[in-house]
């Protein structure tokens, strides 16, 4: 039975190709900097969006028939989307998927029939790995969704949600770890607050933090060897969320000791959300040492919320890529955190969607490498600093100095001059001619 019978393999055809159907950018094989685009992006299906989102919000229904031929709500829907998520990683070539729990089956009112039935789908799951070669970027619980987690998980009042909690995560790590997952996510969206009026904010971090300790001890005791992550989000649907950014975010891990198992899921969209660049927000986990993973999507600028865009913008996937190759390698991928536009409704504009965002990110991979090899960029930045090279501010450099010593320094100065110019615009003209050039 095929989904996606109106297409075979996607091939890269280059940017001339009229067809829809084809990659203008992304071609796996190809080398850059010494390996290729393949090995440079592993990018990820999520399940929730690509298999189960239906373009419903707020003001309407769904837009969109996932039923894949099944009825839905039944496991007979939740095999359906094996085979058709499968069938489309195959022809895309998405080498890994991610999920939550609840994206695998129908969740019902009872924990004992949850596990059955996610120990039934992940029996298929994996088989369909084995056969096809597909990997699991990484799993999660979802802690959000259910009315139960209105006040939080981790962070809520009442203890029984947060026994709750600790179940649904332990069931989330055992397929994590059935499913051979790079990666375990937490992201914290009911972990947060809408008023402090009702909220003890300290004493939520420490159970948040002591749920993690827990899963962790637990994750690592059946085997479980890949990154932990917490993935920022400063707000929705809470007012403010714990994991505010990825500065927040590393602050707490390191308060908490959770610092050695942990890195983070940086995501375009909460970034901006932030009030910070997604540039930033990468820059910021890797000079931590905690750039993991990467949820890949963008947002709308114009719009206070989470909207979840396949990436179309080259010049934010190039800043991105340039940061993921600074850092040389991620431990986790490239997952696609992202869903077609409610009225992009149909299988087709699925497919196009996906080659859309791989065309973006073989186009930011490609373009990061010319700014790396071109050099003057990152020449610019290092040079920017050279006064710590030698004299006072070698020492400064080597931390070998007293506040007095440098007082006295000043002081000696007959005048302070102006630092050397930041030459923004001479470097973003450097970045448009290399880009464009
Ligand atoms: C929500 C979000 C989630 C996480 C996984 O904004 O990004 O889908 O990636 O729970
Ligand atoms: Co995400």
């Known amino acids: 039975m095929s989904y996606f019978d109106f297409i075979g393999k996607i091939q890269y055809e280059g940017a001339k190709t009229k067809n829809p159907f084809a990659f203008k950018f992304y071609n796996p094989d190809q080398k850059v900097l010494g390996k290729t685009m393949r090995q440079h992006l592993p990018f990820s299906m999520a399940w929730w969006h690509n298999l189960c989102g239906e373009g419903g919000d707020i003001f309407g229904n769904s837009t969109i028939n996932k039923s894949f031929g099944a009825k839905k709500g039944t496991m007979e ?19 890994y998927f991610c999920f939550h729990d609840v994206d695998l089956i129908p969740e019902i009112a009872n924990f004992a029939e949850n596990n059955r039935r996610l120990d039934e789908i992940s029996d298929y799951i994996l088989k369909k790995m084995q056969e096809t070669g597909i990997k699991c970027l990484w799993g999660t619980a979802n802690m959000f969704s259910n009315p139960r987690f209105m006040n939080g998980a981790g962070s809520s009042n009442s203890a029984d949600v947060y026994c709750c909690a600790a179940a649904q995560i332990k069931k989330a790590l055992d397929l994590t770890v059935k499913l051979g997952g790079k990666g375990y996510v937490f992201w914290g969206g009911r972990e947060g607050y809408d008023t402090l009026l009702n909220t003890d904010i300290k004493f939520e971090l420490d159970n948040i933090a002591y749920l993690m300790k827990m899963s962790v001890e637990y994750g690592r005791s059946i085997g479980f060897n890949g990154d932990f992550y917490i993935e ?19 602050g707490f891990l390191r308060n908490y ?33 905690m750039l993991g993973s990467i949820d890949i999507n963008q947002g709308d600028l114009l719009l206070g919320w989470d ?28 997952n696609f955190d992202a869903k077609t536009r409610r009225s992009s409704n149909t299988l087709e504009d699925m497919v196009e969607a996906y080659i859309l965002g791989m065309d973006t990110f073989a186009l930011g991979l490609i373009n990061a490498a010319k700014l790396i090899e071109d050099g003057r960029i990152d020449d610019f930045a290092e040079k920017r600093y050279s006064s710590f090279s030698e004299g006072i501010g070698l020492r400064i450099r080597e931390k070998d100095v007293k506040l007095q010593e ?12 102006s630092p050397s110019s930041g030459k923004q615009e001479s470097l973003e003209s450097i970045v448009n001619a290399i880009l464009f050039g």
């Open 77 to 95: 829907h939740s095999f359906s989307k094996v085979d058709a998520g499968f069938e489309f990683m195959q022809k895309l070539g998405i080498d």
């Open 232 to 250: 920022p989000k400063p707000k929705e649907p809470m007012k403010h969320q714990y994991d505010f950014d990825a500065a927040t975010a590393i």
């Open 257 to 289: 000791g959770l610092d050695k198992d942990f890195k983070l899921n940086i995501e375009a969209n909460h970034a901006t959300l932030a009030g910070h660049s997604f540039q930033h927000e990468l820059r910021t986990a890797a000079i931590n040492g």
């Open 307 to 334: 909207t979840d865009e396949f990436p179309a913008n080259v010049y934010e996937s190039t800043l991105c890529m340039y940061e993921v190759l600074r850092v040389g390698e991620l431990s986790g991928g490239l």
């Open 406 to 417: 440098l007082a006295d320094y000043a002081q000696r100065l007959n005048l302070v001059d």
